[in-house]
């Protein structure tokens, strides 16, 4: 039998090679460059015990029921204008069917400045919503019990400010920290290295998510303290590699920052959650969610000691890739997303945001929005794809491709070593470089057509329908300037300014930032008065340029 | 006139408003110095007066906007006017980004000559500029 | 010919019209001829700036640092400009220079001037270029000149070769940096910085630093070794001290005349050979005769020198 196999190998290899090829100059290799054979075969897959999922080192999944036990969370990230129209657009998503919240912010906010501030011009409301301080966080929650629902804010820098601001609302409503439930990204490292939202230098910004998680493993057990984030690597222009690697070296190096700080690994290691994206290279896509599982197992368990099996596992938030959405014809959008969304499932993500078709234009209207959302339904509830766990295990080619995705994320990790760690990397623009040189070679293919992008290079229509897109009406940045006047007029200003001076004080010393973060919140201290109180201290940080 | 004395395009390209989306701004950079411009990439969160004040410094012809936070109808107007103020409105400006065809219009009324869209080839860029700049010695 | 004969330029640039300067050090930089009669008319009230030169590897922080030198100029009421020169893409035309990013905060200090300068068509490197725009740069009023470049390739050396005091950029985090260090950087180095002090590896570096400045030749100025953090502004003061006190020196031992004697005679040097390599380029451009012997024979030499002898 074993002699005929390899025979009829041979025979199709002869065949293969003898036959026609394509002559359209297209890639075979994955987008992100990793070479491909034509066919995979038993051959392809070294050997090693069965994996299986819910056991070590989770290549198959965390979850020994898959998504039989329950289904991922459909997470949709939205957020515009006002912290009203948002409210309205949450409860609508809520009871549309939608199982969590996930609150987008608009740029100021995310940059820690206030919607009146000089640099806030043309920019309130636009990308998210506009949130000043504690005021705006009460409308935003209004009438939406936060112990019954999880919440998911996607904010950096300035993320201890609005966790705090959290808690303060579920105070007012009564719920006690220790029942809220949600995700806060808090993932500086991926700011330094592609997002750009940072604003202190390095050392002060990890101490500030060190702070916020010790502070949670006591006060906000439930919180998932950091979405240690491959998202943003990946559409700054990366390369699936590249974001596995960089992100599983950001969760190493805040690791090494906890222990410094001297928790221990199995106080903290189970609250890290990971986010990544989707894109729409659908089986390297699915190699790489998997590969991330099996490195992040082992490192935790042989590198850092964890010795419980929840701090093994990594759990993770996708987004189907936005820059993978196209303007022109934007209803292959919806293609699109469906494809990267199932790639994820297959990848056995633990919740899902997918992207609307006019999420590249603009912000998604309520149709886009809902198309999205619907999506997601159909791929749980009519395509069987939730029925069979990790159903692509044992494909010749994924597990090959898996294994690959594992390799070079470790030839990473020994370079990153080489260089010092992750910030000495960032420091001399070691990530920004790799990232910028992957963007610039797809760049190049495209114009090449050697990828195809369809309705961009190729299948392209020569009138294009306008579709409906939502906008920001202008008023909008003074009503909301005018709203974080109101607050400043209306507050008690000797306990503000108290506030605000303790914090600036503690900055200076090495106590843990969070409770002088609440107070002043709770003191309804603007955002970007609590930055200044540490600007004052940590400074700001400049990038190397890397171009 | 000796070759060497032909006066090569510098462009000032910039990241105006508070998004630090990179990547386009990047690849357009490269792609116009592998076209033999002078690029000066002035980084991420330019004000207009910044920008404006860089371009007069480095004596450049170009400037080279890049924005996706939905904020361009107010930075990129406010860019042509910084120029006027500083009577150098000899320099153009382009821009790229997320932008709709309704503000496209509106910009290019507003002084700003050109908008490039997603997608746009780098190749229809550096067109543009060697139409824009014929005795430029780009190759 | 157009802006080649700007007559307006001389104007503008006397009034303080910032664009003029940024347009004369263009001509500089591709070798425009006319910015010779620009440099003349120029010269009697031109009044010479202090030259800093810094140069190091990538990653030492050199921006920053010039940065936070700038900084403190302006807090001492100094005008200063930069020159920022990337060496790196010398040959294909096209640059592109990012080293304002750092320093963009001072972009709207009308006393503060900041230019990127490639290095396209410098067949002489920067030097020349550099010399001549520093002198635009004084005449333009500026109290201090803070030339800026990598340390890769010759650039170092060109700093050195125009700046008064050269400062010398090190960090602890960069590996072996101080073993790392190039043949002949010691000749340059004026001063020694370690830029990122708060950071491991600190009293490593000083130590070997030390070390092998002790096996240099006794000099009548020996580099100081100072410690900085720019990012925090910190050592900036006792540094730009360092500077003031390396110009004392150059002053009262007589080698700041001797110095600007021979950099005049260099200058004058490489002049003529930019002179007569662009004679012989046109002369063969215009003589066809004289290029198809020379390619019949293979003589450069003999046909350089007839070039030259040529009456003009």
Known sequence: ????????????????????????????????????????????????????????????????????????????????????????????????????????????????????????????????VAIDSLADMETLFDGIPLGDITTSMTINSPAAILLCMYIAVAEKQGVPASKLGGTLQNDILKEFIAQKEFIFPPAPSMRLVVDSIEYCAQEVPKWNTISISGYHIREAGSTAAQELAFTLADGMAYVDACLERGMHIDDFASRLSFFFDAHIDFFEEIAKFRAARRIWARWMRERYGAQQERSWKLRFHTQTAGVSLTAQQPELNIARTAIEALAAVLGGTQSLHTNAMDEVLALPTDRAARIALRTQQLLAYETGAANTIDPLGGSYFVEALTDEMERQAEAYFKRIDEIGGVIPAIEVGFFQKEIADAAFRYQKELELKRRIVVGVNDFTVDEEEPIDILRIDPRLESQQSERVRDVRRKRDQARCTNALQSLSRAAAGTDNLMPYILDAVRAYATEGEIMQAMIEVFGTYTETAVV | MPSTAVRPVRIVVAKVGLDGHDRGVKVVARALRDAGYEVIYTGLRQTPEMVVDAALQEDAQVIGLSIHSGAHMTLFPAVVEELKRRKATDIIVFGGGIIPDDDITALKKRGVEKIFTPGTPLQDIVDWLRKRFPDSPAK | MGENTDPVLLKRFRSGDVRALARAISLIERRDESVRELEQALRPDAKTPGVAGFTGAPGTGKSTLVDAVVSLLRKKQSSVA?????????????????????????????????RSMGARGHLGGLSLA????????????????????????????????????TVVVLTPNLGDSVQMIKAGILEIADIFVVNKADLDGYTRVMAELRAMLSLAPKAEWKPPILATVASRQEGVEQLWEAVLAHRRHLEKSGQAQALSEQRLRDETGEVAAELARRRARQALEDDPELARRLLADRTPYRTAEEILDRKR
Request: glycine share 10%; charged share 25%; proline share 6%.
């Open chain 1, 1 to 128: 039998m074993k002699v005929r196999a390899r025979d009829a190998k041979e025979v199709w290899k002869e065949e293969f090679e003898s036959s026609p090829a394509r002559d359209d100059g297209i890639e075979t290799s994955t987008i992100s460059g990793i070479p491909l054979q034509p066919l995979y075969t038993a051959g392809d897959r070294p050997r090693r015990e069965e994996e299986l999922p819910g056991q070590f080192p989770y290549t198959r999944g965390i979850h020994p029921s898959g998504y039989r036990g329950r289904l991922w969370t459909m997470r949709q990230f939205s957020g515009f204008a006002t912290a009203e129209e948002t409210n309205r657009r949450y409860k609508y998503l809520l009871a549309n069917g939608q199982t969590g919240l996930s609150v987008a912010f608009d740029m100021p906010t995310l940059m820690g400045q206030d919607s009146d501030a000089p640099t806030s011009r043309g920019e309130v409301g636009h990308c998210g």
């Open chain 3, 82 to 114: 930069v020159l920022a020169t990337d060496p790196n893409s010398p040959f294909s035309g096209g640059a592109i220079l990012g080293d304002r990013i750092r320093m963009q905060r001072h972009a709207l200090d009308p006393k503060v001037f900041i």
């Open chain 3, 130 to 165: 550099s010399r001549e725009a520093i002198r635009l740069l004084g005449a333009f009023g500026f109290d201090e000149v803070i030339l800026e470049t990598v340390g890769v390739g010759q650039s170092e050396l060109e700093v050195a070769a125009v700046a008064d005091t």
